[in-house]
């Protein structure tokens, strides 16, 4: 019987030594996000109180702008309160496109979350993010006047679908 026991202490301790291993040569590096329930976003990238300035899919931006507005934004009601908090845990990316002026990205395995418009930026490409990390500040970058008129951010939403990211209403996953 004191052979089992032995062989059963040898065995954890191979586990164990094996797990440290793996672990100090990077092999659970942003594995966290994948135990968060579908990683799926949750409340506001502005901590404390907004304004929606336009909804997802609203007749008022088609109107001025003529293309289908595929995300929400939101404006502050506090000036002072200017940065952006992640939505979701994942990977984080730097960004820029023509409309949405300088963004940042973040990933994880069900959804990503698409912040434009920023200002300044507080990650690097590649960083695992954390839910409810300052990830930005807000700002007015992009083409003015007809992607962006003021101080705001549009904050957008893609889910994975069956291995399609498909562009979803950021409002229900704000309540
Ligand atoms: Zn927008």
Known sequence: ?????????VY?????????????????????YIFLPNGRPNGSPIHGSYIVTAYFHDPRYFKIFHHQHEGIDLVPKNASNTFLY???????????????????????LNYIIYLGHIKVSYIHSGDE????????????????GVCVTGVHVHYQIY???D?????????????
């Open 12 to 32: 954890f301790v191979i586990v164990i030594v094996t797990m440290i291993l793996l672990y100090s040569l990077g092999y659970f590096k942003n594995i966290s």
């Open 86 to 108: 992640s939505t979701i845990n994942g990977i984080g990316y730097n960004n820029y496109d023509v409309c949405g002026g300088n963004s940042v990205i973040i990933k994880n």
């Open 163 to 175: 291995n399609n990211w498909v562009i979803v209403n950021p409002y229900p996953y704000m309540l």
């Open 1 to 9: 019987m004191g052979n089992i026991k032995y062989i059963i202490a």
């Open 159 to 161: 889910k994975n679908e």
């Open 129 to 144: 993010i954390h839910y409810g990390e300052k990830v930005a500040q807000i700002g007015e970058t992009g083409m003015f």
